[in-house]
T-cell receptor, first 112, second 114 residues
Framework: LAKTTQPISMDSYEGQEVNITCSHN???????ITWYQQFPSQGPRFIIQ???TKVTNEVASLFIPADRKSSTLSLPRVSLSDTAVYYC?????????????FGKGTRLSVIA | DAGVTQSPTHLIKTRGQQVTLRCSPK?????VSWYQQALGQGPQFIFQ???????QRGNFPDRFSGHQFPNYSSELNVNALLLGDSALYLC???FGTGGIKTQYFGPGTRLLVL
């Protein structure tokens, strides 16, 4: 499994765009990048997954450069309810029975 | 449609005791995985049950055991509790042959060992 490095914490004001970068220098050819969000007192929730270039859904965008050694989760116009821990996972595409390997994640605090 | 439910929400035990945590999967899901999340850490995979059998296991001692029932619900048992077992225990259910997005987590059971 590729090791990932994320900032421990980030602060942002409401309405700003937040970009959280994850480094994964030894990502393998078959690896995907997956991001999860965890609110206090809840389990993690799948946000987005990508392999290369850019992926966008209703929650976030994921930017992956050509060398795939890093990725950036972008949250547009954050609100207080986006305060959570965000985890970057790198591994195969995964299935319903793939054990998930979490690091410490990035604690995002959104301030009014 | 109820999501993944876990009981109890909180639990306090003393060292050496045994504990049983319960999980009801999301409707239509047949696979249950258990995770341990210590304070300030990401969740760590304990084991996974499918068709009432343990299919995969993480790096946890035999004090951690489980069970899956015919209705797909599951229990996590921890024997001889240690202070270090204090954590949030998360259950995730999934449709085993589905994509990674089918894995849904419950709210967890917070266990405190004194």
């Amino acid at each position: 499994l590729a090791k990932t490095t994320q900032p421990i914490s980030m602060d942002s004001y409401e309405g700003q765009e937040v970009n959280i970068t994850c480094s994964h220098n030894n990502i393998a050819t078959n690896d995907y990048i997956t991001w999860y969000q965890q609110f206090p007192s809840q389990g993690p929730r799948f946000i987005i997954q990508g392999y290369k270039t850019k992926v966008t859904n209703e929650v976030a965008s994921l930017f992956i450069p050509a060398d795939r050694k890093s990725s950036t989760l972008s949250l547009p116009r954050v609100s207080l309810s986006d305060t959570a821990v965000y985890y970057c996972l790198v591994g195969d595409r995964g299935s319903g029975n793939t054990p998930l390997v979490f690091g410490k994640g990035t604690r995002l605090s959104v301030i009014a | 449609d109820a999501g993944v439910t876990q009981s109890p929400t909180h639990l306090i035990k003393t060292r050496g005791q045994q504990v049983t945590l319960r999980c009801s999967p999301k409707s239509g899901h047949d696979t249950v995985s258990w995770y341990q999340q210590a304070l300030g850490q990401g969740p760590q995979f304990i084991f996974q049950y499918y068709e009432e059998e343990e299919r995969q296991r993480g790096n946890f001692p035999d004090r951690f055991s489980g069970h899956q029932f015919p209705n797909y619900s599951s229990e996590l048992n921890v024997n001889a509790l240690l202070l270090g077992d204090s954590a949030l225990y998360l259950c995730a259910s999934s449709f085993g042959t589905g994509g990674i997005k089918t894995q849904y987590f419950g709210p967890g059971t917070r266990l405190l060992v004194l």
